[in-house]
């Protein structure tokens, strides 16, 4: 157990070395994440079961961002650090107690809201299937499928209070780890189905028991998932026990009046996948060739800015609380330089290797070549997307930490509105394979829209100070041209050889070790070791 009972809770002295934790595990999350859609397309097929499927397994994580999501944590961190610093490590854990009973209520009213409208989710998710009878079909097997998945927006909510728990105590690791063992559960699941079912079955001969099987060992692992979050809160001395009926509580109060503020910020990104998934329903597999996309673009951004976010909270938190503003200043600038020094190099290598892993992501049934190139195509657009998502996200977080909920909310109404402009002109302007790689299009001008709101925010709160430090984004920027040459190499080398995708691969690993690794040796020689955070 760490920091103490009755005082402020201590934190980790350097934000590198806590973003390193967080990035490490997220690592092995996110990779776990992108195998396990890459199993689902291997095994479903570009079908309109998997569009479905993958659909439906998503929309109780998309309710349950809607419902606070993203902003829960940035929320509940920073409650906890300056609640244990007024009232010790019990007041903090009694707040939280009363908190997960407010949520446990508003999830549980939503998973019934949830089922009462499975109707009319069912038909935008099939909306795209042009056979009336094979549509029939797909709305009656993904209404039976949201019965069997919405439990886990209730899992999804305490596990993420438990996870805010351990990274307000400075505890990282198992809160970064455990959605990895999800992502094992549905692999182990539908690997099962399909060795029992067969591949690449359609929705028009899918019998129900593969339908319950997919979606109830879906819903088991979020809930070891969830299991595991409890442990790791209750091991940093924040167990998460819901207290029933809510009595009176300012402090409980003030974060729910918060988090209903937030509700918007929480639900905007949320409407903006929901629509790209509807949007890309319209082409058999689609769904799966916009989700594996979208999981390679999450992962520089979970890996460096998210990592760096959620290292670098409770330091901005305990600051703002402070009114310590040259601190709260040198904590964003820190977390800026971060951000860009994690999404230059995935940008410059997405950027140049997006074939080949396009190529070597899509396996079994859904190995078509127009997919491939559609998956390539979306990898080049998104490569340049996650370095405006990191930034946003760093700022967004900075923004919270000073209790401002306006900024965030001012930013996800622009993205959304964004995506949705884009999203409706790529449906009426581009057909087939093509409409996927405008949709990543839309996921790129609502980064821009986004980043570009909360940077002009931010920088009203920090003046006169600069919101980024200069040289050691200059010395980013040469980094990142020092890898171009071994990057461009790299791109030679596959196309000279034609050699067959274990090849391809072993080229692009290595080329992408050796220019990150030159990348961080001049970092180093430029900029120096990574500083002591205050």
């Known amino acids: 157990m760490s920091g103490s009972s009755t005082g402020e809770i201590s934190l980790p002295t350097s934000a590198a070395r806590s973003s390193a934790t967080v990035a490490a595990w997220t690592l092995v999350s996110r990779v776990t994440g992108l195998g396990r859609v890459v199993v689902i397309g291997a095994v479903l097929g570009p079908t309109f079961l998997a569009n479905c499927f993958v659909a439906t397994n998503v929309v109780p994580n998309m309710v349950y961002l809607a419902i606070a999501g993203t902003v829960l944590g940035a929320v509940v961190v920073p409650a906890i650090v300056r609640t244990a610093a007024a009232a010790g490590i019990g007041g903090a854990a ?73 990274q307000a105590r400075g505890r990282f690791g198992l809160a970064a780890a455990a959605p990895a063992v999800e992502n094992i559960g549905v692999i182990v699941t539908v690997v099962a189905v399909g060795h029992i079912y067969g591949h690449g079955v359609e929705i028009s001969d899918a019998p129900v028991g593969l339908v319950i099987a997919l979606c109830t060992g879906s819903t088991l692992s979020v809930a070891l998932h969830m299991a595991l979050q409890l442990i790791g809160a209750a091991r940093v001395g924040l167990p998460v026990r819901p207290r ?44 799966l060739v916009v989700q594996i996309a979208y999981a390679v673009y999450s992962l520089p951004v979970a890996l460096g800015a ?61 190995r078509v070549a127009g997919l491939i190139e559609s998956l390539a195509g979306c990898l080049v657009v998104l490569a340049v997307a996650q370095l405006p998502a990191g930034l946003h996200e760093v700022c967004r977080q900075a923004l ?116 990150l690794g030159l990348f961080g040796l001049t970092l180093r020689a430029t900029i120096g070791p990574p500083r002591t955070a205050r």
Request: proline content about 5%; charged content about 15%.
């Open 400 to 515: 919270f930490a000073r209790l401002d909920v306006r900024g965030p909310r001012i930013a996800a109404l622009l993205a959304f509105g964004t995506t949705l402009a884009t999203g409706l002109v790529v449906l009426l302007a581009q057909a087939g394979n093509d409409r996927l790689i405008g949709l990543g299009a839309a996921v790129l001008a609502s980064d821009i829209a986004a980043v570009t709101t909360v940077i002009v925010l931010l920088r009203k709160e920090i003046r006169p100070e600069p919101i980024a430090d200069r040289r050691r984004l200059g010395a980013a920027a040469l980094a990142s041209t020092v890898m171009l040459p071994l990057a461009a190499l790299g791109w030679v080398l596959l196309e000279f050889l034609h050699g067959n995708r274990a090849v391809d691969l072993l080229i692009v690993s290595m080329t992408s070790a050796l220019a």
């Open 244 to 287: 029933l009926p809510l009595r009176s509580d300012p402090r409980t109060s003030e974060i729910t009046h918060r988090i209903r503020e937030s509700s918007v910020v929480a639900a905007s990104p949320v409407a903006s996948y929901f629509t790209l998934l509807v949007m890309a329903g319209t082409v058999p597999g689609g769904v």
């Open 306 to 366: 998210r990592a760096v976010s959620i290292a670098v909270l409770p330091g901005l938190s305990v600051a703002a609380g402070r009114s310590d503003r040259s601190a709260f200043n040198d904590k964003v600038r820190e977390g800026i330089v971060y951000a860009v020094i994690a999404g230059l190099p995935p940008l410059i290598l997405l950027f140049t290797f997006a074939s080949p892993i396009a190529d070597v992501l899509a396996n079994g049934q859904l």
């Open 94 to 166: 009694d707040m939280l107690g009363r908190l997960t009973g407010y949520l446990l209520a508003a999830s549980g009213a939503v998973c019934a809201l949830l089922l009462v409208c499975s109707p009319l989710i069912a038909r935008l998710l099939t909306f795209g299937i042009t056979d009336p009878a094979l549509r029939s079909r797909a709305e009656y097997l993904t209404v039976l499928m949201l019965f069997f998945v919405t439990p886990q927006v209730v899992c999804y909510m305490i596990a993420t209070v438990g996870a805010a728990a351990q």
